[in-house]
């Protein structure tokens, strides 16, 4: 049974990106999201603390960063109006998409996922919670939940700018990648075969207990909407 609730980030903390922690929280005490003209933030540099918050999920449960210490978690943007986004979630010849395949396969190992919508109201990429669990179904989805992020506080701490974008974060709460999913700057589905998935090698490395050889890269795909 899923329950409206209207997305409610509430910033706790963070060491590091404590200027932009600010904004953020400035944000939210106006109680209004930047203006439609505000330029696109800058993704996060990987190797600092990532920055923390508190959301609530499009079924109502909450989430807190703090709360999954000692567990590898990964931030994935999502518009499911994005050409690129739907590249990584089609279906081939009866089997998941590659998104898909990614989330089962890494909560399956312990990896918290996290699929955020920073799309404003209005804008590409927007539902409502009801919608985005049919979405999610649909698409036969399994991320750990689904956000709502519409006021785009998320978004622009982590310097979400495109859609598909990954933030990637080890149980001591350090970013360790941010970035692309892969090497092929495209939305044909055609190419996914032979890409370079940066962020499963981030994972698989991650997991494993080595280093990350790539642990950043430039995000493509559709800006996102704030």
Request: proline share 7%; aromatic share 8%; net charge positive.
């Amino acid at each position: 049974m899923t329950t409206r609730r209207s997305p409610r980030v509430r910033i706790l903390a963070g060491a590091a990106g404590l200027a932009v922690l600010g904004g953020a929280a400035l944000l939210l005490a106006s109680g209004a999201a930047a203006g439609p003209s505000a330029p696109l933030p800058d993704p996060l540099t990987p190797g600092g603390p990532a920055p923390a918050f508190t959301a609530a999920d499009t079924r109502g449960g909450s989430h807190s960063l703090a709360g999954y210490r000692g567990k590898w978690v990964v931030l994935e943007w999502f518009n499911h109006d994005c050409p690129y986004t739907r590249k990584h979630y089609t279906r081939v010849s009866g089997g998941t998409g590659n998104t898909q395949a990614m989330q089962q396969e890494y909560t399956r190992r312990g990896v918290v996922w996290l699929s955020i919508v920073s799309s404003a109201r209005g804008k590409q990429g927007y539902t409502t919670a009801v919608e985005a669990d049919r979405l999610t179904r649909e698409k036969g989805a399994a991320p750990t939940a689904v956000i709502r992020d519409t006021a785009g506080v998320i978004g622009r701490l982590y310097g979400a700018r495109n859609t598909p974008q990954f933030a990637i974060i080890d149980p001591a709460g350090v970013l360790r990648y941010s970035g692309a999913i892969d090497d092929r700057r495209t939305s044909s589905v055609r190419d996914i075969p032979g890409a370079t998935n940066y962020a499963r090698a981030a994972l698989d490395a991650g997991l494993a207990g080595r280093p990350i050889a790539v642990a950043q890269t430039q995000p493509y795909g559709c800006d996102v909407k704030y």
